[in-house]
């Protein structure tokens, strides 16, 4: 018998061994890249100390940084995606301590809700009537709510016109 292999540290999950978890988390990393471009792309990873029961992925930061639950067997493409911009959200709040992603209507911190079968982005919505809940975007479509952010073309601020 030999003794079971521990790595010394979290462990990528290599591309492929969970396809539908892949293709959610690279909805998730274009939403995170549209709004916080100075963000590396999130990661699947597998913590050592788990090793030895039922894998238990993580969706963690590049640097391998992760918070909240592990990810589980989802029925459905959809759920899955919900579920994995869940567990992102929780590491990046957790570990980067912003709030993510935020509305850009309100300024409101936003949550991943299932809408009629749709992944989306749910803001609660302003404080006064008339302004309510609403769905900002679908996952992994904030960068068509988001103004490409162009450095090249920033205004000078108090400048006086002549
Ligand atoms: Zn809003």
């Known amino acids: ?39 590396r792309p999130l990661r699947l990873t597998v913590y050592p100390e788990m090793a030895d ?5 993580y969706v963690a930061l590049s640097n391998g940084e992760a918070h909240g639950n592990p990810l589980m067997p989802y029925e459905s493409a959809a759920e899955a995606l919900t579920a994995v911009a869940d567990a ?17 209507v309100h300024d409101l911190g936003m ?10 982005w749910w803001c ?10 609403h769905v900002l975007a679908a996952i992994g479509e904030l960068a068509a709510v988001h103004r490409p952010h162009r450095p090249n073309r920033k205004r000078r601020k108090g400048g006086t016109p002549r």
């Not at 029961?53 to 992925?57: A, K, N, S, Y």
């Not at 992102?88 to 850009?104: D, I």
């Not at 949550?111 to 989306?120: A, L, Q, Y």
Request: glycine fraction near 8%; charge should be negative.
């Open 124 to 133: 609660a919505g302003g404080s006064r009537k008339g302004d309510p809940a």
């Open 88 to 104: 992102a959200q929780e590491t990046v709040s957790e570990r980067l301590w912003r709030v993510w992603p935020v509305c850009t």
């Open 1 to 39: 018998m030999s003794a079971s292999f521990r790595p010394a540290g979290p462990r990528q999950v290599p591309v492929g061994q969970y396809p539908l978890w892949d293709e959610a988390l690279a909805a998730v990393n274009r939403d995170l890249a549209a709004t916080a471009p100075e963000q």
């Open 111 to 120: 949550h991943p809700r299932d809408v009629d079968g749709r992944p989306s």
């Open 53 to 57: 029961l039922v894998e238990q992925v």
